[in-house]
């Protein structure tokens, strides 16, 4: 019995191997050919993608561009916001109110994407447009603001777990050295629960990274280089606003697999950087 429960186990995990190896490898074999013809300066660095033109034109430093800044804003605005909440609900938060903001929370993680983009499309564009003066509010700001909003949960939660393992004594030695509860828990809580609120960081970029339908419905979906009150365009964007018409075979197809290629380094990076992280914070503390 022990004996096959344990190769039911390797076999999941040789599983779960294999399907992130096969993804790797479907990628980079579909993915670099449309490089090598387009050109990997051209590919990259390119500001105009126009693909169904004359001359066509393959650039997708807008939807790079645009990725990394509506990351950066919904990390900007979303990690702050859900660490202090975890804080808040591990340490301060008693009876019926963290009860009440802990189901918040889970009913944020369960809502679909499609609905955030729905709720997004319909009161915050037209928000963001009347709030500013502009003609349309689908813009990269909207954008950004959807994408902190969805990252909350996972940054809460995440960081929630972290936060009620750090030991009692900590803080105890802390307060006992004549330290608030606020500042106990902002800077003895919070560093020695690091590694925990950094893998939180990372789940919430992912999430950020490879959101598609929500942000397709709120940031107008045009391939601008990025500026806050403009439409822009995210690779996942593009690869959905355009595979279901892009013919099979052509250079056009080819491109929006190529884009997927460069979104899947993209993530790669952030997490070995996530991961180099939490390993420091560990050989920091030992």
């Given amino acids: 019995m022990e004996k096959s429960a344990k190769y039911i186990f390797l076999s999941c995990g040789i599983a779960a191997i294999t399907f992130v190896v096969t993804i790797s490898l479907y990628l980079v074999i579909a993915g670099i050919p449309a490089i090598r013809e387009i050109g990997l300066a051209d590919f990259l660095l390119g500001t105009t993608w126009q693909p169904t033109g004359s001359n066509p034109q393959f650039g997708i430093m807008p939807f ?9 804003g919904a990390i900007i ?12 609900l591990a340490k301060i938060a008693k009876g019926k109110t963290a009860s009440a903001i802990r189901t918040a929370v889970e009913l944020l993680a369960g809502i679909p994407s499609v609905v955030y983009g729905l709720v997004g499309m319909i009161v915050l564009v037209p928000l963001v447009a009347g709030v500013f003066g502009l003609p349309s509010g689908a813009t990269l700001a909207a954008a950004i603001i959807v994408l902190a909003i969805m990252i909350l949960p996972t940054i809460i939660s995440v960081s929630e777990t972290a936060l009620r393992a750090v030991p009692r004594e ?4 802390s307060l006992g050295l004549g330290a608030t509860e606020i500042e106990t828990y902002l800077f003895v809580s919070l560093p020695a629960a690091r590694s925990g609120i950094i893998t939180a960081i990372a789940l919430g970029v992912g999430r950020a990274v490879g959101e598609a339908m929500a942000i397709i419905m709120v940031s107008g979906n045009v391939a601008n280089m990025p500026s806050l009150f403009e439409s822009v365009r995210f690779m996942t964007t593009a690869i959905v606003s355009e595979m279901s018409y892009a013919a099979v075979g052509s250079l056009h197809r080819d491109a929006l697999v190529s884009i997927g290629l460069v979104l899947f380094i993209f993530i790669m990076i952030l997490h070995g950087v996530m991961h180099l992280a939490v390993n420091g914070g560990f050989k920091k503390r030992s």
């Fill in 170 to 173: 900590y803080e105890e030695a």
């Fill in 77 to 88: 605005i979303g990690v702050p916001v859900g660490i202090l909440t975890a804080v808040y």
């Fill in 64 to 72: 790079i561009s645009s990725s990394i800044f509506g990351t950066a």
